[in-house]
């Protein structure tokens, strides 16, 4: 049975950085998106970037300066990396499979995505 299952989160001091990856063995495929997704607590669940299967990539304008998505199709790994951490960067951050790709591009929003992570934790200290 596939899935995925991210890794790399932890703690981290503001400034710092952070690389999570999803094990995405079976998800990268044509036509369809990828993505990183956190939900803080008492928030909603929120998109942070997303990219297809021939490397187009998107990352929400707010974190575009110090987020980056990328993906290594041979590994089928998905990957953020996160620089300049900040507290408000504190989350739950899942990896999400199955995103219809749209005329406009990769979906921002978690429901048109399809299968999720058990997602890691973030967490940054000032």
């Known amino acids: 049975q596939k899935q995925l299952v991210e890794s790399g989160g932890g703690s981290a001091q503001a400034g710092g950085s952070l690389r999570l990856s999803c094990a995405a063995s079976?998800?990268?495929?044509?036509?369809?998106?990828m993505g990183w997704f956190r939900q803080a607590p008492g928030k909603q669940r929120e998109g942070v970037a997303a990219?297809?299967?021939?490397?187009?990539?998107t990352v929400v304008d707010s974190l575009k300066d110090r987020f980056t998505i990328s993906q290594d199709n041979a590994k089928a790994a998905l990957y953020l990396e996160m620089n300049s951490l900040q507290p408000e960067d504190t989350a739950m951050y899942y990896c999400?499979?199955?995103?219809?790709?749209?005329?406009?591009?990769?979906?921002?929003?978690?429901?048109?995505?399809?299968?999720w992570g058990q997602g890691t934790q973030v967490t940054v200290s000032s």
């Open positions: 999400a499979a199955g995103g219809r790709l749209q005329s406009y591009g990769c979906p921002r929003y978690p429901s048109p995505y399809s299968d």
């Open positions: 079976g998800y990268i495929r044509s036509g369809y998106c």
């Open positions: 990219i297809t299967s021939d490397g187009r990539k």
